[in-house]
């Protein structure tokens, strides 16, 4: 099911506002690519532009391609929804909907798509759970709310959630960056599995953390304040962390960076 | 906020003798006047107490089931509130069946489908609605959506007949001064109040949550399904019994449209009649007799609890909300 994406030349734009400028790069399917640059050089909307969910945001654009096994998601006979069934998002913060059942939010993404066979539903569910190394803490507890999980508990759920569908790509913004130690190395454990089915892109703060779980890394960069983050390199993640070719990448991986 | 609070306990907590004059006076301040509020419904409720016992010691008639309201030989009261209970309910869930999905409607529109141009302005004229004096909804009511709802109510009395809620009426149908067109009228005046309050409470859902739900393929009816409905939920039902609250108290609209009927209430949505309210006031030249002015007031009073219940449950209703 896992699929590529390849971007070409994509500018995003928040109104008049260029936000990125002008990346293009490549994710082989069954891979972990890592965002990651200082704050505010684009990482979040780069990847919100990969699942459409960029356009949410009133006012905000995109310009080039991006394709998702050589079809573009923005061609105009794409329906946006039809692109975030097929290509997953996880967010900084945990976003159960808290008043439904742990069980249900797991297959709230099934129900959308029509699925209501209850068998069929509980199947996924125990799938997807498991799926996320949560089954065995909740298993005893499927009907309580899903606001009722530590945040932990509830990051790996909203995982779950993702993957309930079988999405061709999951999409992953600092899963980690509300959560303990613990909870991390459960979630990049996690993201070593899943990329056996899903091509994940993962935005993260932590150094190690990117070292630890991705095949390539793209840094981002900004040359200033209200300047457009731009994409330095994309490359493999042990070269990007031992030899970059950009000065500038080598500069902000070391601490030497600003 | 828990950050300030914590702190300012430290203070007061921490240096136990020491007294600032202005912290004392303020606290002064806000507990007299929260005590005042409490000492000022009690002393209302005790008045009206007071007033109405000896009318309702000398009441001949069932004050509770009783559907006559003679007040005019002081020696022979006979008052009961059967009926006044009976059209005011009926008028105020009229226009809460009318108004709630109407005002929902609205909300969302306001708040996810209306272009961000014409949300502020279109929210304003909503707003706006809550300016207009009752006086004037009650001549609008009884001069042009009257007549004009008269067919219409001949119509559902015609084919609905059957059905006790749209039997014949205890007045002629002709120009529907009825419990049917109050309704309607009320249902206008709750629109602003339901709302305004919805309208809010949907801004509030988390983006955070909105953006889950559209990542997962939602489509924007189905995002508002899963989110925006469930967490506005207990604000929306809170605003329609505010508005209740609201319908169930109102007086000139209400006595300008119903139609007075010799004839008991048969529980029709074409009967007429009086509310709590507009009897009340219709009754203002008797009140220079204690004892026909005491069986208004004790029927003010019944008015007084059922609204009374009706902010209390939405008070609960949006409590819950907040312990959530
Ligand atoms: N909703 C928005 N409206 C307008 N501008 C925005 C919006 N969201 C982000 N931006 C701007 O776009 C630029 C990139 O923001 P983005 O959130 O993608 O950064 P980021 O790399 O994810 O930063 P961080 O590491 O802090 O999450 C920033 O200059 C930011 O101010
Ligand atoms: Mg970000």
Not at chain 1, 183 to 199: M, P, R, Y
Not at chain 2, 265 to 271: A, E, K, Y
């Amino acid at each position: 099911m896992a699929k590529r994406i390849d971007v070409k030349d994509l500018n995003i734009f928040y109104g008049k506002f260029h936000a990125v400028d002008g990346v293009t790069l490549a994710v082989p399917p069954r891979s972990v690519t890592a965002f990651i640059g200082p704050s505010g050089c684009g990482k979040s909307t780069v990847l919100r532009s990969l699942n459409r969910m960029h356009e949410v945001t009133p006012g905000a654009r995109v310009e080039g391609k991006v394709l998702l096994d050589g079809e573009d998601i923005y061609a105009s006979s794409v329906d946006p929804v039809e692109v975030r069934r097929t290509i997953g998002m996880v967010f900084q913060r945990p976003n159960p909907f808290p008043t439904m059942s742990i069980r249900d939010n797991v297959v709230a993404g099934l129900k959308l798509a029509g699925v209501s066979n209850r068998k069929q539903l509980n199947e996924v569910a125990e799938r997807s759970l498991r799926g996320a190394n949560l089954w065995a803490e909740v298993k005893d507890r499927l009907d309580k709310p899903g606001g009722s999980l530590s945040g932990g508990q509830q990051q790996r759920l909203c995982i779950a959630r993702a993957i309930a569908v079988q999405p061709d790509v999951l999409l992953m913004d600092e899963p980690c960056s509300a959560l303990d130690p613990i909870s991390t190395l459960a979630i990049e454990d996690l993201i070593g599995e899943l990329k056996k089915d899903f091509t994940i892109v993962i935005v993260t703060h932590n150094m190690q953390q990117a070292a630890r779980v991705s095949d390539q890394t793209a840094f981002f960069n900004l040359a200033g304040v209200g300047q457009p983050g731009k994409l330095v390199e994309i490359d493999d993640t042990e070269k990007i962390f031992s030899n970059p070719n950009q000065q500038a990448t080598e500069d902000y991986i070391s601490g030497r960076f600003g | 906020m828990i950050g300030a609070m914590t702190e300012d306990s430290g203070q007061s907590g921490g240096r136990a003798g020491v007294r600032r004059p202005g912290d004392s006076i303020f606290r002064a301040l806000t507990t007299g006047s929260g005590l005042a509020i409490v000492i000022a419904i009690g002393l209302i409720g005790i008045f009206l107490l007071i007033k109405a016992v000896p009318s309702l010691v000398a009441d001949k008639a069932n004050f509770l089931f009783s559907p006559d309201f003679i007040t005019t030989d002081p020696t022979n009261l006979k008052f009961g509130i059967r009926d006044l209970f009976v059209v005011t309910v009926l008028s105020s869930l009229v226009a809460l069946v009318i108004a709630m999905p109407i005002a929902l409607g609205i909300a969302l529109f306001l708040t996810h489908y209306a272009p961000a141009r014409l949300s502020r302005p279109f929210a304003y004229i909503v707003d706006l609605l809550a300016a207009v004096p009752s006086i004037v909804f009650g001549l609008w009511g009884a001069q042009v959506l009257g007549p004009t709802l008269e067919p219409f109510e001949t119509w559902l009395n015609k084919v609905f007949g059957w059905f006790p809620l749209f039997a014949n009426g205890n007045i002629p149908l002709a120009g529907a001064g009825t419990i049917f067109t109050v309704g309607v009228v009320l249902a206008v005046m709750l629109l602003p109040i339901i709302t305004s309050v919805t309208r809010e409470v949907f801004r509030q859902t988390p983006v955070m949550q909105i953006e889950g739900a559209l990542a997962l393929g939602a489509t924007k009816w189905e995002m508002l399904r899963t989110t925006v409905l469930p967490f506005g939920r207990s604000g929306y039902i809170a605003a329609s019994m505010l508005g209740l609250g609201r319908a169930l108290g109102e007086t000139v609209a209400v006595l300008i449209i119903l139609h007075a009927s010799p004839k008991p209430s048969g529980f029709s949505l074409f009967d007429g009649g009086y509310t709590f309210a507009s009897k009340i006031a219709s009754a203002a030249s008797e009140f220079s007799q204690p004892l026909p002015t005491g069986a208004y007031i004790a029927a003010g009073l019944v008015l007084f609890v059922l609204t009374f219940i009706v902010n209390a449950a939405a008070r609960s209703v949006a409590g819950g909300k907040v312990h959530k």
